[in-house]
């Protein structure tokens, strides 16, 4: 299985357990701490590092997100 056939089948889990979460059969706390939350959340972690790397303009947008999401935590 190649690495965006393995990213789909993450994406179609995590579906699961949103799905789960829509119906109240799981919290809010039990997704977030979830393998699949995590495994997706490293998966995309290494796509940013890789675009950054690759391009200049995307190392500017996603310091320019990462200044948002400290903003927004600081409000």
């Given at each position: 299985?190649?690495?965006?056939?393995?990213?789909?089948?993450?994406?179609?889990?995590?579906?699961?357990?949103?799905?789960k979460?829509?119906?109240?059969?799981?919290?809010?706390?039990?997704?977030?701490a979830?393998?699949?939350?995590?495994?997706?959340?490293?998966?995309?972690?290494?796509?940013?590092?890789?675009?950054?790397?690759?391009?200049?303009?995307?190392?500017?947008?996603?310091?320019?997100?990462?200044?948002?999401?400290?903003?927004?935590?600081?409000v």
């Open positions: 299985m190649d690495e965006s056939e393995d990213f789909v089948a993450m994406i179609e889990e995590y579906e699961g357990t949103f799905n979460l829509l119906n109240s059969e799981v919290t809010l706390d039990t997704v977030l979830s393998e699949i939350v995590n495994r997706i959340s490293e998966q995309l972690g290494k796509r940013k590092m890789e675009l950054c790397a690759r391009s200049k303009t995307s190392k500017l947008w996603l310091n320019y997100q990462n200044m948002l999401k400290v903003a927004r935590s600081l």
